[in-house]
């Protein structure tokens, strides 16, 4: 049996406002849990200020219950003994929020009717809006954002940066650039996907009422400690599966290449790479260790007999758009799918099920960034990055299978949503994604469904997180096999 592994909730803006009309419906105070999310940031804060040699610190306060939580922050602040001053707009009409105003006024706060700052902070404090922000900011409002985002010091955010949906994680269209959000009641999806990771810095929940029973989470946060089973001293290459890495197109070698190295790097027994002979000269110099067909030479029966004797397939890299292509995945794919195999879709076989869609067997694994999710479905990238949780949903809903959809906090689609925080920027070029598809058909191949597609998906961000340890800038796919093979000996423990 595996060691459990406990997993962060990650909810829904909507289920959180619900879950708070619940616990009020109780009789539990309203301002009373303000206070209760005041204090508690303020805890959290005064050490970090203190660590730092923080004196002087501005509070910015919009015009809701977000406010209210800014201006009793401050006041609990200004006790702890720091210099704190409060930017305020006009007060809206939350009776806890008058109250909180008041509350500052009793503590000697000077407030500020405006937000041009009369000194140099060494902290801002951003209070300006909470999770129900769903529309964008006007001119004034984002005018302020940006004067924010210029300023010099530490920058903290209040439950959410102002500015980012707090489910989809876009700015709108600009966003608070947060050193650290203190998020109330528990984590909303858009602190860590599609651009939130970039305005969210360091993210800590204020847990101050239990849950109830109604409270259901949207996703859940993967965990960095990840167990792989230790290898028995009896096994040979074939106890650790053989994987089929398909593609290579004449004109496009170096995807199938970076699937094979990373799945002899995340440990499978045996690789074989079926592509364009006219690459096989370079696979061979770069690890002899990987077996090879010319794809160009398979007939049905051979194609069916390599299938028959793998325990996994990564199809798609490299393989083209042209007929050639077309008339490979023709061949291949209806034997691969009616096929018992863990199979990984990727690259143009996913530009292929889109023209000629079908629903995917539940062992296979998609895995596309955004421009070829927005093929699949049929919209554009920019719609696919606006809201990626409906985009995953839906390809699972046209499709089936199991989905990841890459990028800044990628998402997993198994039997629930994951979210993958592990990775950074420097991933952002040519091959990674290759050697994802290595990886999840290498892992799928040794451990089936004793290893979860979130699981995978991690590793190998936690592999870039190593590669990075040195600089982002300049990070290439093809130096990930090294740092593969190092977080998969290391996985007991965060790498």
Known sequence: ???????????????????????????????????????????????????????????????????????????????????????????????????????????????????????????????????????????????????????????????????????TGQPLPIAFQADYTYTALGLKAGLFTGQGKEFAGLVGVIDCIPTDAELRPLAQLSSHTIHLPQRQAFGHKGSYGHVLIVGGHADMGGAVIMAAEAAFHAGAGKVTVVCDARHHTAILSRAPNIMLRDINELNQSDIQQLIDHVDAISFGMGLGRDAWAEQQFQAWFPLIQNSDLEIVLDADALWYLAEFPVQLNTQSYATPHPGEAAKLLGITTAQIEADRIQAIQQLQEKYQGQWVLKGAGSLILEDELWICTAGNAGMGTGGMGDVLAGMVASLKAQFHQDIHLHEIVTLHAIAGDYLAQQGMRGLQAQDMAQAVYHVVNHSMAEV
């Open 1 to 167: 049996m595996r060691p459990q592994v406990y997993h962060s909730p990650v909810y829904h803006s909507q289920s959180i406002q619900a879950w708070e009309q619940r616990w009020f419906a109780l009789h539990n105070s309203s301002y009373g849990l303000m206070q209760q999310v005041a204090w508690s940031i303020a805890q959290q804060l005064i050490p970090l200020f203190l660590k730092q040699q923080i004196q002087r610190v501005a509070v910015c306060c919009g015009q809701g219950n977000n406010a209210g939580d800014g201006y009793l922050t401050a006041k609990y602040l200004k006790q702890a003994g720091f210099q704190v001053d409060i930017y305020a707009a006009e007060l809206g009409e939350s009776k806890d929020l008058h109250l909180a105003h008041k509350e500052a006024e009793a503590a000697d706060l000077n407030i500020y009717e405006h937000f041009n700052f009369q000194h140099s902070y060494d902290v801002y404090i951003d209070a300006l809006f909470g999770i129900g922000l769903n529309r964008e900011l006007a001119e004034d409002w984002q005018q302020i954002v940006q004067r924010l985002n210029l300023s010099t010091g530490l920058k903290i955010a209040i439950d959410i940066p102002s500015g980012l949906q707090a489910n």
